[in-house]
């Protein structure tokens, strides 16, 4: 049947449930609301042909494959229905991990339709990756290099996460720091092209130079003498994390302050 949940203006298809003796009707309506004692005139049967306004979530059952425009955008990224409402509106759940909730009906299409200038479903997301130079078959556990919130360097990470069918990324940086949404123009695999021409390496040295384990010697709080120690982290500001030798440990020293163990005088050693 169909009914008007609640009095309402729009009928909305359900099954009915139970037949009270005062000529009532429970209805489990298809979206997952219950109505209970709904008066006969607020129902009818269901038909082949429905009314215009009732077209749409109709067409979809909870759990149909579908594509749908996130957010209102013009792309459509896949997904499944997690629920009809009332409303006509749609719960999704995309392949990506993200949900959204009250999806308009003619924002939705079943997987493999036809919309939106005939492309094929497996989609436009790939006319716009094309355009940026980086690879289509990014994905997770995929080495790459990232501008860390936008900035100019790039730098190393593995991807964590695959977002809105590769638009954006989660990024499990070298040095431990995390980013989450980096959008796909600003990442490039690693030793790929990207448009980053060669300024990031540039900016880099310093950090190819001294990873994380390498032994080196700082200016202790900016001081004039050397000391040794282990490169405990590399940060994405060009500063590291130092323990040093003799059990002191220092964060944040600048690049300038740290060099590779074995380039310093004899009269600078060590503390002790």
């Given at each position: 049947v169909e009914a008007r949940d609640r009095g309402k203006a729009k009928y909305y298809p359900g099954k009915i449930s139970r037949v009270h003796l005062d000529g009532t009707y429970d209805i489990d309506y298809d979206d997952g609301e219950q109505e209970k004692k709904v008066d006969e005139k607020l129902i009818k049967l269901l038909k082949e042909t429905k009314s215009s306004s009732a077209k749409g979530s109709s067409d979809f059952d909870v759990g149909d494959k579908i594509e749908a425009r996130y957010r209102g955008k013009a792309k459509y990224y896949p997904g499944k229905v997690a629920r009809i409402h009332s409303d006509g509106t749609i719960d999704v759940d995309y392949d990506d991990g993200e949900q959204e909730k009250g999806v308009k009906a003619d924002l939705v299409r079943p997987l493999g339709g036809a919309a939106d200038g005939g492309r094929s479903p497996s989609r436009a997301r790939?006319?716009?990756?094309?355009?940026?130079g980086r690879p289509a078959e990014l994905g997770v556990g995929s080495k790459v290099e990232a501008r860390y919130k936008g900035k100019s360097k790039y730098y190393p990470g593995v991807i964590s996460r695959v977002r809105f069918g590769g638009e954006a990324f989660d990024i499990d940086y070298d040095d431990g720091e995390q980013e989450k949404g980096v959008k796909a123009d600003l990442v490039r695999a690693v030793g790929g092209g990207g448009g980053g021409g060669g300024m990031e390496t540039e900016d880099e040295r310093p950090r190819g130079k001294l990873k994380v384990g390498s032994?080196?010697?700082?200016?202790?709080k900016g001081k004039s003498k050397y000391y040794p120690?282990?490169?405990?982290?590399?940060?994405?500001?060009?500063?590291?994390?130092?323990?040093?030798?003799?059990?002191?440990?220092?964060?944040?020293v600048a690049a300038e302050l740290v060099r590779a163990l074995g380039g310093m005088s004899d009269d600078e050693r060590p503390m002790s």
């Open positions: 790939d006319d716009s990756l094309g355009g940026g032994k080196v010697e700082a200016r202790y120690g282990v490169i405990a982290r590399v940060r994405l500001n060009g500063t590291y994390d130092i323990d040093y030798d003799d059990g002191e440990q220092e964060k944040g």
